[in-house]
Nanobody
Framework: VQLQASGGGLVQPGGSLRLSCAAS????????VGWYRQAPGKQRELVAR???????NYADFVKDRFTISRDAAKNTVYLQMNSLKPEDTAVYYC?????WGQGTLVTVSS
């Protein structure tokens, strides 16, 4: 299984980005998927998670701003990020079981 994360970039505060995590195999139908992030000098932390059944949960610091979703047909999990803040700047990783994507950098700055 390989996970490919993409969609990061530079965005101004208040802006939006959509991250994608594409899997090489049908792991997303057999596993919960999480988006994590790691800012410089900080530990990796869970941002959002979606279960096999489609239930979602979010870290308090992104509630009402970020949305995780899954497209089974495309074997892809998304993270829609709205109202971005400078403190959201980090490398974002997707994870399913023991597999991790390579990370995609999100920079929120004016």
């Amino acid at each position: 299984v390989q996970l490919q994360a993409s969609g990061g970039g530079l965005v101004q505060p208040g802006g939006s980005l959509r991250l994608s995590c594409a899997a090489s195999g049908y792991i997303f139908t057999r596993s919960a998927v999480g988006w994590y992030r790691q800012a410089p000098g900080k530990q990796r932390e869970l941002v959002a998670r979606i279960t096999i059944g489609g239930s979602t949960n979010y870290a308090d610091f992104v509630k009402d701003r970020f949305t995780i979703s899954r497209d089974a047909a495309k074997n892809t999990v998304y993270l829609q990020m709205n109202s971005l803040k400078p403190e959201d700047t980090a490398v974002y990783y997707c994870n399913a079981q023991v597999w991790w994507g390579q990370g995609t950098l999100v920079t929120v700055s004016s």
